[in-house]
């Protein structure tokens, strides 16, 4: 006991030492020193609550009884999921609005990459103002937009239909496309071009073999983007949409009937549930074609 009194003293001196500070510090002095800590926690909760609750508050009422949104639980029921999946027009919407997010994201796409290439790869005459210009529609808002579309198919003569539709949706795609694909084009090594054309490789083939292959992560995320900006647009296309609806058109416009509420709300938890499986795969197919790239 003799020998290890001391070696006990001599630690807790040391250990005064190290932190003078802390062991003199007074107790109004660390609760001041912990409240950012607590209040960054707070509004970090806060924020989840605000993004989230909705959503869960969503996912809880499309399993109620109750034909009248209320927080007052009524018993558990299916019967929502039913109606809206033997509903020829909720079908049919959404079936339309796949196509157009289909159509108008792939067209995006390949415009996209075609428009970063110029950008990243080509010398031209006022090049600042062409890439002002093609990235000009974020920040048209989409109802002066749409007007304008409407108003250029009239004069020309052009019928509202689905083609409309996908015109519209590719010119606001097409800048997301283009902020995505460009960063990644610019940390590609031109030098790998050049040996390509070195070697014998014309164009197009040195694109499919080695441009393209490093560019997919990028083309999958702009693709997403995309089909997610199209999928889910509504000022536009309620100006230039024919006879058939949009699922954005048919859910404003089913919000006026109360009896057709609970329907909507639960093809928006579905709607919700393949986005997020669909983002979710599409991130962890991202991530192996990038490590795969890294690694090869």
């Known amino acids: 006991m003799s020998r290890t009194e001391p070696a006990v003293a001599t630690d807790r ?40 609750g909705p959503i869960i508050m969503l996912a809880v009422l499309s399993f109620d009884k109750s034909t009248i949104i209320a927080l007052y639980w009524q018993g558990f029921t299916t ?28 067209a995006a796409v390949v415009l996209g990459i075609l428009a970063a290439i110029a950008l990243v790869r080509r010398r031209f005459f006022a090049k600042s103002a062409v890439s002002a210009l093609l990235l000009a529609p974020l920040v ?63 164009p197009f083939r ?42 954005p058109i048919y859910l404003y416009s089913a919000l006026r009937f109360p009896s057709q509420l609970p329907q909507v709300i639960a093809v928006a938890v579905v709607v919700l549930v393949i986005s997020l499986v669909v983002v979710v795969g599409a991130e962890i197919g991202r991530r192996i074609a990038e490590r795969r790239l890294g690694t090869a």
Do not use: C
């Open 13 to 52: 001196a040391r250990a005064a030492r190290a932190s003078p500070r802390r062991a003199t510090m007074p107790f109004r002095v660390r609760m001041r020193r912990s409240i950012p800590g607590v209040l960054s926690i707070a509004l970090v909760v806060f924020v989840m609550l605000v993004l989230f």
């Open 79 to 106: 019967q929502w999921y039913h109606d809206f999946a033997t509903n020829p027009d909720l079908k049919g919407a959404l079936v339309t609005s796949a196509l157009v997010a289909l159509m108008s994201s792939a």
């Open 140 to 202: 048209i808002p989409y109802i002066v937009f749409g007007v304008s579309l409407l108003l250029f198919f009239h004069a020309a003569g052009i019928p509202r239909s689905l083609l409309t539709v996908v015109i519209g949706h590719i010119v606001i795609s097409l800048p997301y496309t283009i902020l995505v694909l460009v960063p990644r084009l610019t940390q590609i090594d031109v030098n790998l071009e050049e040996a390509a054309y070195d070697l014998g490789a014309g």
């Open 206 to 247: 040195t694109f499919g073999w080695i441009v393209f292959p490093l560019i997919l992560p990028a083309v999958l995320s702009a693709f997403l983007i995309a089909f997610t900006t199209s999928f889910d647009e509504y000022a536009v296309a309620s100006f230039v949409v024919g006879t058939r609806q949009t699922f």
